[in-house]
């Protein structure tokens, strides 16, 4: 059987998401999305800019025709905000499939949970498929997918802190507990972070400054493509029972 | 020349002189903005872009005109 990566009924190529802000420039940012092989990217919503019209914009360099565009909330701090957000969103391009971010705390950008389940209610009932940026909380995780969430997506750490997956027991607990997509949004640092997160048995990452920020964003583009690959390979592949003894690898019988 | 009578709106935050009964078609054409790309809010109200040609501006209406940009 295939492995296939499907969110809200829709197969997806590849298992790596990647964001589109903090770049220096589109063509920078163009060219690292198409280096990492992804074919969804998340976009945010703002006022055009009205004074400065020779402005380059998203559409131009990235075509939604070809990737998919996942609208995000970021920057909102209450459901309606977010509500209002994302249906601005969908009259932009008829999009559904939709990246639900309501955050609570300006400093750590953790999300306010109370406010992004609501949320989830009430745009699942407006026929929006939802996929939910929350905290690596197992409870609040089962309560997303009650509220008919498409996808759970934990943080591994603070939105842009690059610190990689700080709790990877709670990522564990909810894998078990859910069949939902379940990506990894917000935290991780560099390319080896994707391939834990994946070896836990994500289905899949969403990385934004790691990319961007790198020393060098394309390569970094390249290195977490593969990271999710090998992840995803190591994953399904099973790994070696642990051993606290060594056990060595060349035959004893017959040593000179 | 008769003069034409001005009203102002709100747009994307900033205040902006319009003609009185301007349709925000118009506002849109006259801005240059590719409308497929956006979308319109007239007074926290979504508006169908099929149906810009039938709205007339009035004083202190609020209009937001909003994109995609790269974002995380």
Redesign the interface.
């Known amino acids: 059987m295939r492995d296939q990566f499907i969110i809200a009924k829709k197969k997806f190529k590849s298992r790596l998401i990647v964001g589109t802000g903090k770049y220096r420039n589109m063509y920078e940012c163009a060219k690292a999305v198409k280096l990492s092989g992804a074919d969804i990217v998340t976009v945010a919503v703002r006022r055009v800019n009205i004074s400065d019209k020779k402005k380059p914009l998203l559409m131009d360099y990235i075509d939604p025709k070809k990737i998919t565009y996942l609208p995000n909330t970021a920057g909102c701090f209450n459901s309606k905000e977010a509500l209002r957000t994302l249906r601005l969103a969908r009259e932009i391009g008829g999009w559904k499939l939709v990246k639900l971010e309501v955050l609570g705390d300006k400093k750590n950008l953790f999300p306010e949970m109370i406010e992004t389940l609501s949320s989830t209610e009430i745009l699942t009932k407006e026929g929006f498929q939802v996929m939910v940026y929350c905290n690596d909380d197992p409870l609040m995780a089962k309560r997303l997918e009650n509220a008919g969430a498409s996808a759970i997506m934990p943080l591994a750490a603070p939105i842009g802190s690059g610190l990689g997956i700080l709790n990877t027991t709670n990522i564990k607990i909810i894998r078990n507990q859910t069949k939902l997509p379940l990506i990894i949004d917000a935290g991780l640092g560099q390319a080896s972070d994707a391939t834990i997160a994946m070896e836990l048995g994500c289905d899949g990452v969403l990385v934004n400054t790691a990319i961007a920020k790198a020393k060098k964003p394309y390569d970094m583009a390249l290195a977490f493509k593969n990271a999710v690959i090998a992840g995803r390979q190591s994953y399904l592949s099973g790994r070696m029972e642990k051993s606290l003894i060594g056990k060595p690898s060349s035959p004893i019988k017959g040593i000179i | 020349m008769k003069k034409i009578k001005k009203i102002k709106i709100k747009?994307?935050?900033?205040d902006k002189q319009i003609p009185k009964d301007f349709k925000i078609d118009k506002l849109i054409n006259d801005?240059?903005?590719?409308i497929?790309?956006?979308?319109?809010?007239l007074n926290?109200e979504?508006l169908d872009?099929k149906k810009l040609s039938k709205i007339k501006l009035k004083k202190n209406d609020k209009v937001?005109?909003?994109?995609?940009?790269?974002?995380?």
């Open positions: 747009l994307n935050g900033k801005l240059k903005i590719p497929k790309k956006v979308a319109i809010e926290q979504i872009k937001e005109i909003v994109h995609f940009i790269g974002g995380g």
